[in-house]
């Protein structure tokens, strides 16, 4: 073997290698390297010593932008700024112009309906470990055709999905906190419910109590019609969930619930459940078995697909604190 | 404000903007996905959908070249082979094409004095979590003009460094096991140091134990002249420290050593031990004050300083198991 070093234009030229079609999904991105947008997707890369990429040492978020608007966009921003500030990450700009770069990437992507990643990293330094060393933080937008939501298979809604207890250790209580890349347990969650068949591992903390899933937080509805959340101590404080929350007290008032209640949830619980759903910016999962074991009638239950469908409409026509229109040039 | 849509040429036109040239002492990049090797600095990127910057789903390893043959190569092969198994990451090539890219990048850089950091990655996918979502594993090598043993001030070895105990949560025992990227908690321990005036965080594991620093393994001398380390349940196997206790045997033949031994190790005995020091891939990191308290008589010891002299004849001209000769072009 001997390698071949390549030019520019070599490496340019041999772009579509690196991309297949079905990936080249990726509509615009803003880099605070670049100072500027692009929307070739072979330009949508950063720098190889950027410490997110070396140490884990940066944070990110995701909302999804529905008919022009984007979703929950201030929660997610506040969210943003609480994880800079706990790991002590100097923002690059100060939030107005974070949101006002994010919007304006989505508004030169074109498109109405899209997701919207965000990466906030220390930054370029030497390779090394220690956050000092970097030149400045980095900000990263890049907008994608498809949104969480649509990646989700429709059978999920439709049949519900399957879940199974996690055995991977769960992530300490510190990044519960923060929002940041350090998702290689999550991954591995992911890993163990793919291979046991199921589409969703549910991650329980040291006392036995219910986290969350790999990506998403999880709540469960029990016999008595009571809508049930884990506390905050080890699962991330999910826009979805606490949006969720909000919109299933329509569903307290009309008595298809009888109360919702943030609490700690044992095994035993989940086991016992009327319905498990996993909630996520915008989305209801349905959880139809668990460990093997059906789930209520083994299909999506009343209280997950109302909720779906109070998302949907709250996210095509909510109030405006939840929808924030993309300044479209 | 309005930002701008760059084209390719704005993108490389603006690139010194975004490396200064104290940062430009990248010489050369192999890249899975280019296929090949890149020289510019600017071109030294990862595809902003690779599963290693947006989950940390990825392992990295380092090593320094001396006198144009790569240290302890073998050593660092066998635990990135370790750890994609434990991860479960499919290698992209097979273990002799890997050591052969990465060799060949070294060569092809020309130095004969560098350090080359490695990422195995999960790949490139769409965002997600699910490491069965991406296309395939990536590969990239990045050579660096100085070592990390160059990278330690001078003033480390000559008056010693200021170390610290860590209050930051100790990583899970599963990242003693995999030298993944997720590095956050090891950063908060280099910014938590620097933030009280030391060099080094010591981090200590839940029942008490010696652990590890940041990235680098923690060994003591103690008042009888025993050589201790910890056990590997809570710290990753540091090549550093598997050849320097190989190599402190020739101290245990001499007398200037009483004894080596792999233990459990307690605050206590690390506040009255004769010597501290860290061990990193080819360095010796006296540490002389611990907590503001001064360890032995303040000055690097004399077991530190030995070792530090063996690791350099060992990087410079020891046996071939440890020292792999470049190819050089």
Redesign the interface.
């Known amino acids: 073997?001997?390698?071949?070093?390549?030019s520019?234009d070599?490496?340019?030229a041999?772009s579509p290698?690196?991309?297949?079609p079905g990936?080249s999904?990726?509509l615009a991105?803003?880099s605070s390297?670049?100072?500027?947008?692009?929307?070739?997707p072979?330009?949508?890369?950063?720098?190889?010593?950027d410490?997110?990429?070396?140490?884990?040492?940066g944070i990110?978020e995701?909302f999804p932008v529905i008919k022009g608007h984007a979703y929950c966009f201030d929660a997610h921003m506040t969210r943003l700024r609480r994880s800079a500030e706990i790991?002590?990450l100097d923002l690059p700009f100060d939030m107005d112009?974070i949101k006002?770069?994010t919007l304006?990437?989505v508004g030169?992507s074109g498109s109405q309906d899209c997701?919207v990643?965000m990466?906030l990293s220390?930054g370029?330094g030497?390779?090394?470990?220690?956050?000092?060393t970097t030149?400045k933080s980095l900000l990263?937008v890049?907008v994608?055709k498809t949104t969480v939501w649509e990646?989700f298979p429709a059978r999920f809604l439709k049949e519900g999905a399957r879940a199974i207890t996690s055995h991977v250790?769960l992530k300490?209580?510190?990044y519960a906190q923060?929002k940041?890349?350090?998702?290689?347990?999550?991954?591995?969650v992911?890993?163990e419910a793919?291979r046991n068949g199921a589409d969703f591992g549910i991650w329980f903390d040291q006392d036995g109590h219910l986290a969350e899933s790999?990506?998403e937080n999880v709540v469960i509805v029990d016999q008595e019609g009571i809508l049930k959340y884990p506390t905050f101590a080890h699962m991330l404080r999910g826009t979805g969930l606490v949006r969720g929350v909000q919109l299933a007290a329509e569903l307290v008032k009309t008595g298809e619930l009888n109360g919702i209640r943030q609490t700690n949830i044992t095994p035993y619980e989940v086991q016992e459940s009327a319905e498990i759903f996993g909630l996520t910016s915008g989305s209801v999962l349905p959880m139809v078995s668990l460990d093997g074991r059906t789930v209520g009638d083994g299909r999506p239950g009343p209280i997950a697909r109302r909720l779906s469908d109070l998302f949907e409409k709250d996210m095509a026509e909510g109030p405006a604190e939840v929808r924030t229109r993309i300044p479209y040039?």
């Not at 290698?17 to 297949?20: I, Q, Y």
């Open positions: 073997m001997s390698l071949k070093v390549l520019r070599e490496v340019f041999g290698r690196w991309r297949d990936r999904n990726y991105m803003y390297v670049f100072g500027g947008v692009v929307t070739d072979a330009l949508m890369v950063m720098p190889l010593d410490h997110v990429i070396n140490r884990g040492d990110f995701y790991i002590s112009t006002q770069i304006e990437t030169i997701g990643r990466f220390r370029m030497n390779f090394g470990c220690d956050p000092t030149a990263y890049i994608l990646n250790p300490m209580g510190f923060v940041s890349t350090d998702y290689l347990l999550n991954a591995m992911d890993l793919h790999s990506t040039p």
